[in-house]
Every structure is written in C-alpha cells, then in structure tokens.
C-alpha cells in the first residue's frame, strides 16, 4: 500500500509541473500588469522599467522557472490588487472553502446513498418516483436561483412575517462580529450555504447510486446469494452496497476537489471570503499572481482527491489489488 501511494505521488509530480506551466503561461499571456501605464506620458520608459521590476522582460519559460521554484518554498508572489502576500490570501481563503466543502461533502454523502439505495431497492415504487422526479427539479435548478430562494423563503419572509429582530438563519458570511468557533452562532450561518451545496450534490450523487445499486442486484452472485436463502438485508448490505459505492467515489472524489475552487456562486452569494469568492475577484481585476496560486492550490486537490479514491477502491473491494 505504501508503495503505491508513493508511486501515485510520484506519477502526479510531472502532471502537477506541465499544468502549472500550462496555467502560467496562459496567465501571463491573458494578463498584463503593464497595462494601467499606458497613459503616462512618459509611457515606455515606465513600462520597461515595471517590465524589469516583475521580471516581464524575461523569456517565458525563465518566468515560470522563478515563479516555480519560489512557489516550492511557499512564496506565491505579492497580490497586484491589494500588494498583500499571495500565500497568506490562499489560507485565508481556504479555510472557509475547506469548511463549506467538509459539511457539505459529509451530508450530501449520507443523503445521496440513503436515497440511492432506497430508490434501487424500492425500484417503481411511489417512494422511488418521488425522489427521482425531485431530483431531476434540483439537478436542473441554479445553484444561484436555489440559494437566493432560501434566503428569500428562509431569511427575509419569517422576519417580515413575524417581525422578528433577528432571522433564524443567517445569510452573510459564516460568524456575525465578535464571534468565532463552533457554536449556535455558527450553525445558523452555515446552514443555508451549506444547503444550497447539498441540494445538487445529492440529486447528482444518488442518482449515480442508484443506477450502481441497480447493476449489483442484478449481478450473478447476488442472485446467487438469495437462492441459497441469505436474507435480503444481508444481500444488500453485505453483498451488493460496498461494491455499488464504488462508482460513487470516483464522482464524489471529483466533485469534492473541484469544490475547493468552485464554490463562486455559494460564496458570492452569502458573502463568504473563501477560493471561489478570491478566484472571481482576482479574476475581474486581473491580479495574475493570486490566480496562479490559486489555480495550483486547486491542482493539488484534485491530485489528492484521486489518490484517496483509488485507495478507497482497494477498501471496498479486496478483489482491487494496490501494489
């Protein structure tokens, strides 16, 4: 097993080098930093000197060497929008995402299997038609549209309804000031981001369970199972569910990677200062710096994320050897 790991670090390494290469030239061809001095009147003479300062009037590739090399030991540059360390952003930026991310994953996971596997095991049922008809409704819903609903149904209705002087549930960032850690505070702020996350994922997910759980009960050895009298519970849940998680994982894995740079919409709208609200920001004001530590960041998720699901595999099903 350890050996493997190592190998698939290993094998990630050269993929991790030419996609931030990749990353860093399109960067740097898309975006230049020169371009406010333009209207000086003394214009060349400016931007060369800039040009020199950032190291623009080197080759490319020398550019992504010394970008590379100072990324290695934890250097990302300094933020053109706002000249504050790129590195101290990115954590900053990460651990909101991370949380969001976290619970989200974790509820959605619970969710979509229970349903999956309900939907597989009651198949043509009236529980099994609803849940697929309510699918379909949330997959084709905006996560934008859900989650300004919520905030509308949720939020601001119950608080003019009732004249409340505060909402249940909050709808801007994850404490209210002076507040931090786990607590009520915090729940109630997490709750509607959150949601707004799971409703897809779940619609998404349990939909791919199902269909998985469909194909094992189907299989020989299940059929074989119960015509030697093992009961149904064992069936499913001894025989049938471990190997129906498996096609889950890998789509959970990936859609969980890309969470950690693609939560723009469920950040901007609750106001909450994570990945995808700095990728949006450094994205309209063209700051290259950030968007390079931020597209590898990402990477490396996404690297770790696929590592976990094939160790996984090896768990739910020993007939997958790791070696």
Same mark, same amino acid.
């Given at each position: 097993?350890?050996?493997?790991?190592?190998?698939?670090?290993?094998?990630?390494?050269?993929?991790?080098?030419?996609?931030?290469?990749?990353?860093?030239?399109?960067?740097?061809?898309?975006?230049?930093?020169?371009?406010?001095?333009?209207?000086?009147?003394?214009?060349?003479?400016?931007?060369?000197?800039?040009?020199? =300062?950032?190291?623009?009037?080197?080759?490319? /590739?020398?550019?992504?060497?010394?970008?590379?090399?100072? &990324?290695?030991?934890?250097?990302?540059?300094?933020?053109?929008?706002?000249?504050?360390?790129?590195?101290?952003?990115?954590?900053? &930026?990460?651990?909101?995402?991370?949380?969001?991310?976290?619970?989200?994953t974790i509820f959605a996971l619970?969710?979509?299997?229970? @349903?999956? @596997?309900?939907?597989?095991?009651?198949?043509?049922?009236?529980?099994?038609?609803?849940?697929?008809?309510?699918?379909?409704?949330?997959?084709?819903?905006?996560?934008?549209?859900?989650?300004?609903?919520?905030?509308?149904?949720?939020?601001?209705?119950?608080? =003019?309804?009732?004249?409340?002087? =505060?909402?249940?549930?909050y709808s801007v960032g994850l404490?209210?000031?002076?507040?931090?850690?786990?607590? *009520?505070?915090?729940?109630?702020? *997490?709750?509607?981001?959150?949601?707004?996350?799971?409703?897809?994922?779940?619609?998404?997910?349990?939909?791919?369970?199902? +269909?998985?759980?469909?194909?094992?009960?189907?299989?020989?050895? @299940?059929?074989?199972?119960?015509?030697?009298?093992?009961?149904?519970?064992?069936?499913?849940?001894?025989?049938?569910?471990?190997?129906?998680?498996?096609? *889950?994982?890998? $789509?959970? &894995?990936?859609?969980?990677?890309?969470?950690?740079?693609?939560? $723009?919409?469920? =950040?901007?709208?609750?106001?909450?200062?994570?990945?995808?609200?700095?990728?949006?920001?450094?994205?309209?004001?063209?700051?290259?710096? @950030?968007?390079?530590?931020?597209?590898?960041?990402?990477?490396?998720?996404? /690297?770790?994320?696929?590592?976990? +699901?094939?160790? &996984?595999?090896?768990? *739910?099903?020993?007939?997958?050897?790791?070696?």
């Amino acid at each position: 097993m350890l050996t493997y790991i190592v190998r698939r670090i290993v094998y990630s390494v050269p993929v991790l080098i030419v996609a931030s290469f990749l990353v860093f030239w399109g960067v740097r061809t898309t975006y230049d930093p020169t371009a406010k001095y333009r209207n000086n009147r003394d214009a060349a003479r400016v931007i060369a000197e800039k040009k020199h =300062e950032l190291g623009l009037d080197k080759s490319i /590739v020398a550019q992504w060497w010394t970008w590379l090399t100072d &990324a290695l030991h934890g250097n990302f540059g300094t933020s053109y929008r706002t000249n504050d360390s790129v590195s101290s952003m990115l954590r900053h &930026a990460l651990w909101p995402s991370i949380q969001l991310m976290f619970f989200g994953t974790i509820f959605a996971l619970i969710i979509a299997i229970g @349903v999956g @596997v309900y939907s597989a095991v009651k198949q043509y049922s009236a529980g099994d038609y609803f849940f697929t008809g309510t699918s379909y409704f949330f997959i084709a819903m905006p996560a934008f549209l859900f989650g300004l609903l919520a905030i509308a149904l949720l939020v601001t209705l119950p608080v =003019e309804k009732f004249h409340l002087s =505060e909402p249940i549930l909050y709808s801007v960032g994850l404490h209210s000031n002076g507040q931090s850690g786990f607590n *009520l505070d915090y729940i109630r702020h *997490l709750v509607l981001p959150v949601a707004t996350l799971v409703v897809q994922s779940v619609a998404v997910w349990s939909r791919f369970q199902r +269909a998985s759980m469909l194909d094992v009960l189907n299989a020989d050895y @299940v059929r074989t199972a119960r015509a030697k009298g093992v009961s149904e519970r064992t069936v499913i849940f001894r025989h049938a569910f471990r190997n129906a998680l498996i096609p *889950l994982v890998t $789509v959970v &894995a990936l859609d969980t990677a890309f969470l950690i740079g693609g939560l $723009v919409i469920t =950040e901007q709208i609750f106001a909450i200062s994570g990945m995808g609200r700095l990728f949006l920001d450094s994205l309209q004001g063209g700051d290259a710096p @950030v968007l390079l530590g931020w597209f590898l960041v990402v990477a490396i998720f996404v /690297v770790v994320f696929n590592l976990c +699901a094939d160790l &996984a595999y090896s768990i *739910l099903d020993p007939r997958i050897r790791v070696s």
